[in-house]
Each structure stands twice: as C-alpha cells, then as structure tokens.
C-alpha cells in the first residue's frame, strides 16, 4: 500500500526553523516525484515544492529562498527545510506522490498528485 | 504564471447531476485533476486527465476537459460527496510548477 506519513510541524516563533518530514512507503522516494502542498486555515490549496527522482527541485515564489526541499533515499523520506518562518507560514503541510500519465507528443500533458499524506500542522506565532 | 478559476461554492440537490468547472487558458496545455476535501481530512484525487477516474471512487464522479475548461460532474449526488473541491493543473509558464484553483464548497441539499 502506498502511504505518506508527514512530521514535525509545531508551534514556532517568527523567524525561527522548522524541519518537516515526509515517510514513503509503497514506493521509492529515489524514483519519484515527491511534491509538498500547504492549506493555510480556511484557505485553498497552495503548492509549495517538488523534488523530482533526478534530485531536480522547485520552489513557488512564496517561500523561495527560505524552504529547501530534500530527500533522505536510505530512509525512503522527504523534508521540507523551512527558515525565517513568518505568520504566512502557517499551514497544514501535506506531501503527496506526484504522478505522469503516459509521454505524448502534443499537449494536454497529464500530471496528478495521489496518494495524500495526512498532513502536519505548522503554526507560526509569538 | 497561470491561473485556475472556480465558482467558490455551488449546491445540488440529493440525487440531483451538479458540474463544477474550472477555467485557465494553461488548461490547454496540462490536464487538470480534481481533489475532494472533506473537513479536518486530506485532499483525495477523484479525477485525472481527460477523463480518467481512481481506483475506488465511485463512477458517479466523471471528468471532461476541452480547451481552456475542465468539469467534474457527479451524477446522482449523495450527502458524502459534499465537500470542497478543487481544481489542479501544471503551471503552463514553464516554470515548472503547479497551480490550484480557489476551490468550490459543494452543499448537496
């Protein structure tokens, strides 16, 4: 069964640091996309960042700069670096699988995320 | 970068077909995929690609894309299915990222 477990959210202080993981099983983290999303409370869905199997990473705007994202494959686990932490922050983080359909020579071009992890919960206060 | 836009709340009436859409013009390029969202629980994918439906989600949910619009419809709505919903695709900028739309609060009455 493939299951995405996340951890170490928590309360933090503005500007503090924060390591959140995110533990595979089911399948191999070196081998996947593994994708993080943040729900801000009663918000949408955002997301925030992307490790492909190549080790390649992305960033949206919002946190650039100040999230790193990385995986651990003896571990078979994902993290999310976040520094300098601002109320903006807080979020409920959840990773995700991320999933391509079959290579076709036009466009639309198929990309999903599943499964889900439950998510952890990041708040960011004084 | 681009953009996903959705009604932010729709309702259906028990038993009763609702779509919901979601409109970017990076629709053209990237399929979206619909997640469900229940309160307090984790987004579930219901629908991907053109068309394509989970394992485990039932066939009263069907998706359609065409251009720069994408549907979820549910045909027969049920009192589980109310729950935001929210719309997924590529970013068609090329800077190699994702975009989601605001999302819809479905109420089934």
């Known amino acids: 069964e493939v299951q995405l477990v996340e951890s170490g959210g928590g309360l933090m202080q503005p500007g503090g640091s924060l390591r959140l993981s995110c533990a595979v099983s089911g399948f191999t983290v070196s081998s996947n996309y593994v994708t993080w999303v943040r729900q801000a409370p009663g918000k949408g869905l955002e997301w925030v960042s992307v490790i492909y199997s190549s080790g390649t990473t992305y960033y949206a705007d919002s946190v650039r700069g100040r999230v790193t994202i990385s995986r651990d494959n003896s571990k078979n686990t994902v993290y999310l670096q976040m520094n300098s932490l601002r109320a903006g922050d807080t979020a409920m983080y959840y990773c995700?699988?991320?999933?391509?359909?079959?290579?076709?020579?036009?466009?639309?071009?198929?990309?999903?995320?599943?499964?889900w992890g439950q998510g952890t919960l990041v708040t960011v206060s004084s | 970068s681009s953009e996903l836009t959705q009604d932010p709340a729709m309702s259906v009436a028990l038993g009763q077909t609702v779509t919901i859409t979601c409109h970017g013009d990076?629709?053209?390029?990237?399929?979206a995929s619909w997640y469900q969202q229940k309160p307090g629980q984790a987004p579930v994918l219901v629908i991907y690609?053109?068309?394509d439906r989970p394992l485990g989600i039932p066939d009263r949910f069907s998706g359609f894309s065409s251009g720069s619009t994408a549907a979820l419809t549910i045909t027969g709505a049920q009192a589980e299915d109310e729950a935001d919903y929210y719309c997924?695709?590529?970013?068609?900028?090329?800077?190699?990222?994702?975009?989601f739309g605001g999302g819809t609060k479905l109420t089934v009455l």
């Open positions: 690609g053109k068309k």
């Open positions: 995700a699988r991320v999933l391509r359909g079959m290579v076709v020579l036009a466009p639309p071009y198929d990309w999903w995320f599943d499964p």
């Open positions: 990076g629709l053209r390029t990237y399929y």
């Open positions: 997924s695709s590529r970013d068609s900028s090329g800077n190699r990222h994702w975009v």
